[in-house]
């Protein structure tokens, strides 16, 4: 929090609202992600990928600006706000399981039921997304593992468990759509999630697990778009290839604002530890009548 004295400060330096708001955005905008090629960390390799790989490999642009892939070589660290989302229903899961050996990939088949992707535990979900079609790489989000996500979101945060190699496809099979119609098999109702964030040691750091894959970020392209439902379909548009196999196991999944708040948070966007607009406007209001006091008292 910025003391009273420093707002005073800024205040006779003559800075409006909206260079408050740019320096206590700013100063909430720098991640742990990788800066480009030039970064020391940029060919750090974790579950058989680095930043050069995503490059390289999968077309991707790795840097910290907007519409670049931000990779980080840590873990996902949860914001304030996260829930996780709930599977509606069983019916487009094909399997379930539970993971017996975090470093070794060792893995039990279990009933497959809903509470497997309800929370991030190590019990997954599979889904096999396109494996009727002839077609793996085709868009069926409907036949994806659908979740509520509890509010609206902008962004979609996916914990992935990985059963076996290769690596690192079997980390990222998936593609992500979201959607406010979960019931729509019309393409035009979904809204594709692109990668944003990639957390290459996943949840927990690599000495304690590898079986949780990278832990991924999808966005939608406009940041005013919200929806409350995502579908994480096996395989698709958006997974890694070469492909391995046709499924994915996923742990849980979480819906972000476009602000990277957890949609539990409630607050529409707004970044925790900055104040709202409104609040500005209030502290700078109680800044002018202190200073008005000021001028009367010196008199």
């Known amino acids: 929090m910025v003391a009273t004295t420093g707002l005073a400060s800024i205040a006779r330096a003559g800075l409006g609202l909206a260079s408050l708001l740019s320096l206590s955005a700013g100063a909430l905008a720098a991640g742990p992600f990788i800066s480009g090629p030039g970064d020391p960390d940029y060919t750090t390799t974790f579950q058989g990928a680095s930043a050069k790989t995503f ?16 990779v980080s070589t840590g873990t996902y660290s949860d914001p304030a706000g996260l829930i996780f989302g709930t599977a509606l229903g069983t019916g487009n899961l094909s399997a379930s399981g539970h993971t017996t050996n975090k470093m070794t990939y060792g893995y039990a088949i279990d009933a497959t039921s809903t509470a497997s992707v309800n929370a991030r535990d190590y019990a997954w979900g599979q889904n096999y997304g396109t494996n009727t079609t002839t077609n793996p790489a085709l868009d069926t989000p409907w036949r994806g593992t659908i979740f509520d996500l509890g509010g609206a979101a902008n962004q979609a945060v996916v914990f992935p468990v990985v059963d076996h190699g290769p690596l690192p496809n079997e980390a990222l099979e998936y593609t992500v759509y979201l959607t406010d119609k979960p ?98 406007a209030l502290m700078l209001a109680g800044l002018a009548g202190i200073g008005a006091l000021v001028r009367r008292r010196g008199r």
């Open 183 to 280: 019931g729509s098999t019309t393409l035009s109702d979904w809204h594709l999630a692109k990668l944003s964030e990639v957390y290459l040691q996943g949840w927990e750091p690599d000495a304690v697990s590898i079986a949780d894959g990278y832990t991924t970020v999808w966005t939608l392209a406009s940041a005013s778009d919200t929806f409350r439902y995502v579908s994480v379909q096996g395989v698709g548009s958006q997974a890694l290839r070469p492909l391995s196999d046709i499924e994915d196991e996923i742990d849980a999944v979480a819906g972000l604002t476009a602000a990277g708040t957890g949609v539990g948070e409630g607050g529409g966007g707004v970044i925790p530890g900055v104040p709202e607009p409104s609040t500005y």
């Open 55 to 70: 490059a390289d490999t999968f077309g991707f642009t790795v840097g910290t600006g907007p519409g670049e892939l931000h």
